[in-house]
């Protein structure tokens, strides 16, 4: 069964770093597309981050450019996104997503269940 699961999560305070993961399990990441998104509550899911599954340079929502790093590990089957000087207005529930077609896809064909970041003093 294909299956994303990502970690990492939590609260940190302003300007705080966290590190989230995202493993697979049940396919081989190598052929997909992956993208990181998030959703506050009473807003629409938005797309943050994205990589292609040829590593090519990746893509950033222009909010977050220079401060969240997407990257993936084909060998270990996982995807990252480090975020560093988190914004309250960034709390959210993050998601990763994979299509085999779509690069930055609005809707990727499948999803993990999220984690929750919380950016409080």
């Known amino acids: 069964q294909l299956q994303l699961v990502e970690s990492g999560g939590g609260l940190v305070q302003p300007g705080g770093s966290l590190r989230l993961s995202c493993a697979a399990s049940g396919f081989t990441l190598d052929y997909y597309h992956i993208g990181w998104y998030r959703q506050a509550p009473g807003r629409e899911r938005e797309g943050v981050a994205c990589?292609?599954?040829?590593?090519?340079?990746?893509d950033y929502k222009d909010s977050v450019q220079d401060r969240f790093t997407i990257a993936r590990d084909n060998a270990k089957n996982m995807v990252y996104l480090q975020m560093n000087s988190l914004k309250p207005e960034e709390s959210a529930v993050y998601y990763c997503?994979?299509?085999?077609?779509?690069?930055?896809?609005?809707?990727?064909?499948?999803w993990g269940q999220g984690t929750q970041v919380t950016v409080q003093g």
């Open positions: 990589i292609s599954n040829d590593n090519a340079r990746p």
């Open positions: 997503a994979a299509d085999p077609n779509t690069y930055c896809s609005r809707k990727p064909a499948y």
